[in-house]
């Protein structure tokens, strides 16, 4: 089945400063999502983003869906920003199952 | 407006006991369903989908089931609990833009 992998696994960071993660997945897809999961285990959906790019206040993402990868970018990082980030993705072949990535541990200091 | 509800939101249960996890939809028809477990650490697993009523796919052999009475009711079930069955458990519902997930149980076996 479709592999999808996350970089980098965690991530500290201070409150103002920007982040990049990146998603890695092995086959052509129809669907790529990304979410936030916060300190309640609330999974809050960003983006759906199976191709191009997409804006949300200081969070956008970007898909290359030919090169097979997606970025999430946040900016100007808040303490609320911490949690898990989660990439996942459905392939091409009729299925709509999502495949989660191991997810991203981000956290804000102040 | 779609929204899914998921309870109860913490269960601890002995092992061998019984286990009834429900999840309900409102605002939507024949939806996509789906149970996904996320046990210690981060990565989580599909256990079961239904494309309609009466209509489940189990992703991995274990010690659970599910149901689906009513287009917009999904139950996850167990007759007898055991320690591994521990963990947290999400209900999704899917469209062709997107998965929503419920808030998710907190299930631990004691």
């Known amino acids: 089945g479709i592999q999808v992998e996350q970089s980098p696994p965690d991530l500290i960071l201070q409150e103002g400063a920007n982040s990049t993660l990146r998603c890695n997945f092995s086959d052509s897809v129809n669907n790529l999502q990304w979410f936030h999961q916060n300190p309640w285990g609330q999974l809050i959906n960003l983006f759906y983003i199976p191709s191009g790019t997409k804006q949300n206040g200081r969070l956008s993402a970007t898909t290359v869906a030919t090169e097979r990868y997606s970025l999430l970018y946040i900016s100007s990082s808040q303490t609320t920003d911490s949690g898990v980030y989660f990439c996942?993705?459905?392939?091409?072949?009729?299925?709509?199952?999502?495949?989660f990535g191991k997810g991203m541990k981000l956290t804000v200091n102040p | 407006s779609q929204t899914i509800h998921q309870w109860p939101a913490t269960l601890v249960q002995p092992v061998g006991s019984p286990l009834s996890l429900e999840c309900t939809v409102e605002?939507?028809?024949?939806?996509?369903l789906y149970w996904y477990r996320q046990a210690a650490g981060r990565g989580l697993q599909l256990l079961f989908y239904?494309?309609?009523?009466?209509?489940i796919s189990s992703e991995v052999p274990q010690n659970l089931s599910a149901s689906r009475p009513q287009d917009r009711q999904f139950i996850l079930s167990s007759k007898k609990l055991l320690l591994s069955d521990s963990g947290f458990y999400l209900c999704?519902?899917?469209?062709?833009?997107?998965?929503?997930f419920g808030s998710g149980t907190r299930l631990t076996v004691v």
């Open positions: 239904s494309v309609g009523i009466g209509q």
């Open positions: 999704a519902w899917g469209v062709s833009y997107g998965y929503t």
């Open positions: 996942a993705v459905s392939g091409q072949g009729g299925s709509e199952k999502l495949v």
């Open positions: 605002g939507t028809s024949n939806p996509n």
